[in-house]
Antibody, heavy 120, light 110 residues
């Protein structure tokens, strides 16, 4: 059964870089049928797509975050990672990773999510 | 403000039926598949409907999806208290090259 698990610091200082990793188990991240994505949800608010990556390294980013976002993949560890630079309080959110169906672009399954708070 | 428009809340009694609308444009819903997600309180979203009207394995047939033009609809029949959750629609926006979600609809089963 495919499972995704986010990991990383729960607290990041303003202006620093948020770094999270998603570990995939139960399937290879090198599957040709899927991308791997990051989505976030500020407390009490809706969902925002951050970006997605293919196992080859091809990436798609949300234009609103593109200047600050880097998503990378490590196929040897079956992991993909998110870096968001110059964070502010507005980046406080639960961050989810998910598998993304190529072409059709639906997200399934999702990780349990990890809360990242930006505060000094 | 979300690209896709959903009603903030809907409610109905147990056993009844409810529909949740998702309105977009020709660059998103009009030319791309729609998916729906259920987010129970305190949990991660779960895929409910994909490719407009398909249910993943394990999703009961009480849940259905449809699409017409630039709008999509999620239907839930035989409402149960366990269906109380936030529901989100989502699709790809071909003009902006971005995945977009609706603002979410909170379902209350009275």
């Amino acid at each position: 059964q495919l499972q995704l698990q986010e990991s990383g610091p729960g607290l990041v200082k303003p202006s620093e870089t948020l770094s999270l990793t998603c570990t995939v188990s139960g399937d290879s991240i090198s599957s040709s049928n899927y991308y791997w994505g990051w989505i976030r949800q500020p407390p009490g608010k809706g969902l925002e797509w951050i970006g997605s990556i293919y196992y080859s390294g091809n990436t798609y980013y949300n234009p609103s975050l593109k200047s600050r976002v880097t998503i990378s993949v490590d196929t040897s560890k079956n992991q993909f990672s998110l870096k968001l630079s110059s964070v502010t309080a507005a980046d406080t959110a639960v961050y989810y990773c998910a598998r993304v169906k190529t072409g059709n672009n639906w997200f399934d399954p999702w990780g349990q999510g990890t809360l990242v708070t930006v505060s000094s | 403000q979300s690209v896709l428009t959903q009603p903030p809340s809907v409610s109905a009694a147990p056993g009844q039926k409810v529909t949740i609308s998702c309105s977009g444009s020709s660059s998103d819903i009009g030319n791309n598949y729609v998916s729906w997600y259920q987010q129970l309180p305190g949990t991660a979203p779960k895929l409910l409907i994909y490719d407009n009207n398909n249910r993943p394995s394990g999703i009961p047939d009480r849940f259905s999806g449809s699409k017409s033009g630039t709008s999509a609809t999620l239907g839930i029949t035989g409402l149960q208290t366990g269906d109380e959750a936030d529901y989100y629609c989502g699709t790809w926006d071909s003009r902006l090259s971005v995945w977009v979600f609706g603002g979410g609809t909170k379902l209350t089963v009275l």
